[in-house]
C-alpha cells in the first residue's frame, strides 16, 4: 500500500469553478502536510502546508487536513488558468521518519477559459 | 537570489553506460536532497545530505547509484552502469534546515535506452 493515495486526473475545470483536489495516506504518524504545485518543466513549489488536523487559508486556497479519516484536501476557489499545474501532496514526519517528503503521484489540473 | 539548479536539464545515455547529474543548492543551504519520478509514480526520497555528510541513504535503488557532495556545495549523483528501469527525472532539492519547505530544482530528465 502506497504511504501517499492521490487521484493523478487528469481534472478539466471552467475559470471560476471551485476545485477540490484530495489524498489519503495511510500512516498515523504523519503530522505535516503539503501542498506542492508543479508546472510543466519546473521543480515542485510548496504552495501551502498544514500541521495536524484543522483548515488553513490563503487567498484563493485552503488546505484541509482530517487526521481522523486520514484525508488531505485542497480547495482552489474563482480557478484561473494561471493554476493549471499539477498539485501534489505530500506529508512529513517530524521524527523517526527522516527528514524526506513522502508525496502522492499528483493530480493534473487545468482550469480553460 | 538563484534557485537550485541542476545540470544537464535532459540525459540520453544506452544501456550499460554511466551519467553523473549535478546538483547546485540555494547558497548556505545545508541541506540537501535527491529525488527521482519514474513515469507513471510518485516523487520518491532517495537521500539527504547534511553539509558534506549522507544524512539518510535509504531511499537509493542499488549500489549503481553514488552521490557526493564536495565541500558541501553542490552535489552529484552518479549512475553507474545505467538500466532502463532508471529512466526518469531526478530532482535536487534544498533547505536549510531540515524541514518540509524543501526548494526543488527544475529536474534532470533521463533517459535511458
Known amino acids: 500500500q502506497k504511504e501517499v493515495e492521490q487521484d493523478p486526473g487528469p481534472l478539466s475545470v471552467p475559470e471560476g469553478a471551485i476545485v477540490s483536489l484530495n489524498c489519503t495516506y495511510s500512516n498515523s504518524a504523519f503530522q505535516y502536510f503539503m501542498w506542492y504545485r508543479q508546472y510543466s518543466r519546473k521543480g515542485p513549489e510548496l504552495l501551502m502546508y498544514?500541521?495536524s488536523s484543522g483548515n488553513k487559508e490563503d487567498g484563493r486556497f485552503t488546505a484541509q487536513v482530517d487526521k481522523s479519516s486520514k484525508y488531505i484536501s485542497l480547495f482552489i476557489r474563482d480557478s484561473q488558468p494561471s493554476d493549471s499545474a499539477t498539485y501534489l501532496c505530500a506529508t512529513w514526519l517530524v521524527w523517526g521518519g527522516g527528514n524526506k517528503l513522502t508525496f502522492g503521484t499528483g493530480t493534473q489540473l487545468k482550469v480553460e477559459l | 537570489e538563484a534557485g537550485v539548479t541542476q545540470f544537464p536539464s535532459h540525459s540520453v545515455i544506452e544501456k550499460g553506460q554511466t551519467v553523473t547529474l549535478r546538483c547546485d543548492p540555494i547558497s548556505g543551504h545545508d541541506n540537501l536532497y535527491w529525488y527521482r519520478r519514474v513515469m507513471g509514480k510518485e516523487i520518491k526520497f532517495l537521500l539527504h545530505?547534511?553539509?558534506?555528510?549522507?544524512?539518510?541513504e535509504s531511499g537509493m535503488p542499488n549500489n549503481r547509484f553514488l552521490a557526493e557532495r564536495t565541500g558541501g556545495t553542490y552535489s552529484t549523483l552518479k549512475v553507474q552502469p545505467a538500466e532502463l528501469e532508471d529512466s526518469g527525472v531526478y530532482f535536487c532539492?534544498?533547505?536549510?534546515?531540515?524541514?518540509?519547505?524543501?526548494?526543488f530544482g527544475p529536474g534532470t530528465r533521463l533517459t535511458v535506452t
Open positions: 545530505f547534511v553539509k558534506e555528510s549522507k544524512q539518510d
Open positions: 532539492a534544498s533547505s536549510q534546515v531540515p524541514r518540509y519547505e524543501q526548494y
Open positions: 498544514t500541521y
